[in-house]
């Protein structure tokens, strides 16, 4: 059974930094783009960021471009978001995801992904 398990999610202060983790178990997605995405209260679920497969290339929206990294350890078949100078608005529940085509890299669109996290909680106090 494919379980995606995020963990790191907390209360912050703006400006401070967190770093979220998740776990896959079940199979390996070491050939798989990941992404991590995120849902506010009363809002949409919206893209957040995803990496390839190898790690070699990421792509971020523009609200966290400069402020966030996204990464992975295929060894431990772990992807990390490092979050960084962080605002209020980035209040939200965070959710990772593989997608559903090994070696493609795509991904900015929920509908893209196959497995999804149980999401963990991020709260940015101003």
């Known amino acids: 059974q494919v379980q995606l398990v995020e963990s790191g999610g907390g209360l912050v202060q703006a400006g401070d930094s967190l770093r979220l983790s998740c776990a896959a178990s079940g199979r390996t997605f070491s050939n798989y783009t990941m992404g991590w995405f995120r849902q506010a209260p009363g809002k949409e679920r919206e893209f957040v960021a995803k990496?390839?497969?190898?790690?070699?290339?990421?792509y971020y929206a523009d609200s966290v471009k400069g402020r966030f990294t996204i990464s992975r350890d295929n060894a431990k078949n772990t992807v990390y978001l490092q979050m960084t100078t962080m605002k209020p608005e980035d209040t939200a529940v965070y959710y990772c995801?593989?997608?559903?085509?090994?070696?493609?890299?795509?991904?900015?669109?929920?509908?893209?992904?196959?497995?999804w996290g149980q999401g963990t909680q991020v709260t940015v106090s101003s």
């Open positions: 990496i390839s497969w190898s790690g070699s290339r990421s």
């Open positions: 995801a593989v997608v559903r085509t090994p070696r493609r890299w795509t991904g900015a669109y929920s509908e893209e992904y196959s497995y």
